[in-house]
């Protein structure tokens, strides 16, 4: 009997704890996942060719002065990009 007591007195804490481990780590991806979505959201809203004057709304060719960066994220930073004015 003795060593039945010891062994919950080992088992008790942790069938305790371990639920709340699971918890804290589901909480803690889940924050996580929400955080780095609201970052690329943030990256993604700061591309420009919507804006601009070159920019064609057409899927075929949606700039002809940059074809393959436009709607990307190589065009945040666009040498040739003019706004409607």
């Known amino acids: 009997m003795p060593m039945v007591q ?8 942790i069938a305790f704890l371990f639920p709340w481990l699971l ?3 589901t909480g803690w ?3 996580r996942a929400i955080d780095s979505t ?7 809203h700061r591309i ?3 804006n601009c004057r070159f920019f064609t ?5 949606k700039c002809p002065v940059h074809p393959k ?10 040498r040739d990009y003019h706004p409607y004015t």
Do not use: F, G, H
Request: proline fraction near 5%; include cysteine.
């Open 6 to 13: 010891a062994v919950e007195l080992l088992v008790m804490p």
């Open 23 to 25: 918890v804290v780590a």
């Open 29 to 31: 991806t889940v924050w």
């Open 38 to 44: 609201i970052a690329q959201a943030k990256q993604m």
């Open 48 to 50: 420009p060719c919507s």
């Open 57 to 61: 709304n057409d899927y075929r060719l």
């Open 69 to 78: 960066s436009a709607l990307t994220e190589e065009a945040i930073d666009c």
